[in-house]
């Protein structure tokens, strides 16, 4: 285990030109490329054999082609490989070079990885980027449970919160539980400085590696729980995918740093809400993953949120989205094959008990998963907005990801709370560009049972209308003000204006908040 990974500036710059010239890229290893698409299915079930096996059927057609086969066997797959294959893969850096980096050992002709090492590409509102990140070899290549201190690499949760992150330009921001640096290196994209915090020297080591790797500038690394490494100090945007799987705190229990916060339940998600507000200036924005539990005394699933902001020092606006709820028991099971403790083994069935043991004495049920988007109002009268939803269905098509629509539903609602319902009936309002409409009928019938009008981005939100409100959408182009439209609704459903206007008013402002119709 990389204990010592080195950061050296002079063989990083040797790693970056070698894997810069070969095809060790994303474009090539994932879809149809170098291990197929049935590969890569095996690989995000845990399963590397398969995608050996399909590099294996492969005739390299080029040096780079032989190369990058090579790293990604080594590297990501967690295969030793012959030493001169891994010297003819990284020509500048050479063998002794990866190994005084601590990316790998060699034994003899063979070389074995020490690092998990793989391409990262994306493209948010600065563009697109290619990066190469390093962190602990997975279960996966160590075909056994993990070490308590192990550094998790990009995954599912990682790339939802990169995603997610609001891409506005700010002075600040702050990375809470760093771990390998993936999100303060996306952080570092939008903000001018970043702090990046972790409690395991580890993360940190890993995390100053790909920051050097890649070139990036303005992250400055602390170690230390939580806030406590930024005691005092106020950021404009913050950033945290926390440590929050809920784990029993027992013996025997395996508790690893990446994941498990060493508070009981969700206490830890609920510690990071509570203190975010002292950390954010005035408009500032927290991002954040969590858990929370449904079941025993104060446990409201993600209504609990509203009670952990409320702790705060300021008034928080406080956005909930719920994507998951699982109940204890698969919640369990899940996490325990995380670790790496196979099912139908006698230690999967002793941590299992344990688990389910920790709900049932705390009258847990259900575990909930979702993202939590908390501002600090610029005025500090303004009373905090509170929302919680649950969206279970398919996101929209988001390619810059979920940043750009977040922002520009904030930015709505700031301009909804400044704006009254008599002056908000004078506004053009006009539909965005992805918003479509679909009526079902009973056969026969020529009024339509039931109208939806759907998102094709953000959420990918499903609106139950109605023939008033569908009218006034299709009606906003832009030019007429709401009230116009209604006015000529009115008139021609033979409605009560006044009446009408009452009932599709609340109906804009939602529409609005969530970007279906736009200022």
């Known amino acids: 285990m990389p204990d010592d990974l080195q950061s050296s500036p002079d063989l990083l710059a040797r790693l970056r030109d070698d894997l810069g010239r070969s095809l060790f890229t994303v474009a090539r290893l994932s879809g149809a490329g170098a291990w197929g698409a049935s590969g890569g299915a095996a690989l995000f079930r845990g399963e590397r054999l398969a995608a050996r096996r399909a590099l294996a059927s492969r005739v390299p057609t080029s040096a780079e082609e032989q190369a990058s086969d090579t790293l990604a066997l080594l590297f990501v797959l967690g295969y030793a490989q012959p030493a001169h294959a891994v010297a003819a893969a990284l020509p500048t850096l050479g063998l002794e070079g990866a190994a005084e980096l601590g990316l790998i050992s060699v034994e003899g002709q063979d070389v074995h990885p020490r690092v998990d090492l793989r391409p990262y590409s994306f493209v948010d509102a600065s563009g697109e980027a290619n990066w190469w990140v390093a962190s602990d070899l997975g279960e996966m290549a160590l075909q056994g449970p993990l070490r308590e201190d192990h550094v998790l690499g990009i995954g599912g949760a990682s790339n939802t919160l990169s995603g997610l992150m609001i891409p506005r330009a700010v002075d600040t921001a702050l990375d809470l539980g760093t771990g390998c640096g993936i999100q303060a290196m996306h952080a570092a994209r939008h903000a001018r400085r970043v702090v990046a915090t972790d409690i395991s020297e580890r993360a940190l080591v890993f995390a100053r590696f790909n920051v050097a790797l890649n070139l990036i500038d303005g992250i400055e690394f602390r170690l230390g729980s ?135 004495d705390r009258g847990v049920t259900e575990v909930g998963f979702g993202y939590v988007t908390l501002r600090r109002p610029g005025d500090p009268r303004a009373h905090g907005l509170e929302t919680v939803e649950r969206l279970a269905s398919a996101l929209g098509s988001n390619d810059l990801g979920l940043g750009s629509h977040l922002l520009a539903c904030l930015d709505a609602q700031d301009w909804l709370r400044e704006v009254s319902d008599d002056e908000l009936l004078l506004v053009p309002l006009r539909v965005a560009g992805d918003v479509t409409e679909e009526r079902h009928y009973w056969p026969g019938n020529d009024d339509p049972t039931v109208i939806t009008l759907r998102q094709g981005g953000g959420f990918g939100r499903a609106v139950e209308s109605g023939t008033a409100l569908s009218g006034l959408v299709g009606a906003c182009d832009g030019e007429l003000s709401v009230g116009a439209i209604v006015g000529a609704l009115a008139q021609l459903l033979d409605a009560d204006e006044d009446a009408l206007r009452g009932e599709l008013v609340p109906r804009v402002r939602d529409l609005v908040a969530v970007g279906m119709l736009r200022v």
């Open 226 to 360: 939580l806030f406590e490494p930024v005691a005092g100090e106020r950021f404009d945007h913050i950033v945290s995918n926390p440590p929050f799987v809920i784990t029993p705190r027992a013996e025997g229990v395996p508790t690893y740093e990446y994941r498990d916060g060493g508070m009981v339940g969700d206490a830890l998600v609920a510690t990071v809400v509570a203190e975010a507000a002292a950390h954010l200036n005035p408009g500032g924005v927290a991002q954040l993953l969590g858990n929370w539990e449904t079941g025993g005394r104060g446990k409201r699933g993600a209504y609990s949120v509203l009670d952990w902001a409320a702790r705060g020092e300021q008034p928080l606006d406080v956005w909930v989205v719920e994507r998951e709820v699982q109940d204890v028991a698969a919640y369990s099971e899940t996490w325990i094959r995380d670790g790496g403790t196979r099912p139908g083994t006698p230690d999967f069935e002793r941590l299992y008990e344990a688990w389910l043991d920790d709900f049932a």
